[in-house]
């Protein structure tokens, strides 16, 4: 079972579509916040969970987020982690740079104006931010420092080695 403490009034209890299916529950911002390009902004849930023992979370992006431009910025939510859930998101857009002629009525230019175009992302008190996973703490695991590992098919075949 999985406990949710509402630490604010506009606090929502983690959701999920599907339950059994979907890896992750979703989970909503308390207040309105813009996010500027470049900039990691925390955003607020208004909530505090508490998984089964050695239970934490692993959190991830919402494909509605990132068809926005907007991606999580890190972070895991520990088994004894009792605190608010703040998400430190990102807007990943690339502003654009135009030049804008401006001209008088007979044609002759009389400025040149550099625009920009504003990328920022409105977030709104009530929009799911972002999904939170179980994940089971294995770190009590003991770490055993050998002089080779066990073959393996892949071995040490990294990025791209499986295909496009």
């Given amino acids: 079972m999985f406990k949710v403490q509402l630490l604010h009034p506009d606090a929502k209890a983690p959701t999920v579509a599907h339950p059994g299916a979907d890896l992750g529950f979703d989970l909503y911002a308390i207040e309105d916040v813009v996010l500027p390009p470049g900039v990691p902004v925390r955003v607020r849930t208004g909530i ?12 991830g992006d919402r494909s509605s987020m990132a068809m926005r431009g907007v991606t999580y910025a890190g972070g895991r939510i520990d088994a004894g982690y009792r605190g608010e859930l703040l998400i430190c998101l990102l807007n990943v857009n690339q502003p654009q740079t135009s030049l804008r002629v401006v001209r008088d009525v007979a044609g ?14 409105k977030i709104s008190k009530g929009d799911k931010i972002i999904q939170m996973s179980p994940f089971h703490a294995m770190t009590a695991e003991a770490i055993e420092v050998v002089d080779a590992l066990t073959a393996s098919e892949r071995g040490a075949k990294g990025f791209g080695s499986s295909g496009r």
């Fill in 48 to 59: 505090a969970v508490e998984g089964p023992p050695g239970c934490g979370f692993v959190l």
């Fill in 108 to 121: 002759a230019v009389i400025d040149v104006v550099l625009e920009q175009t504003d990328v920022s992302v």
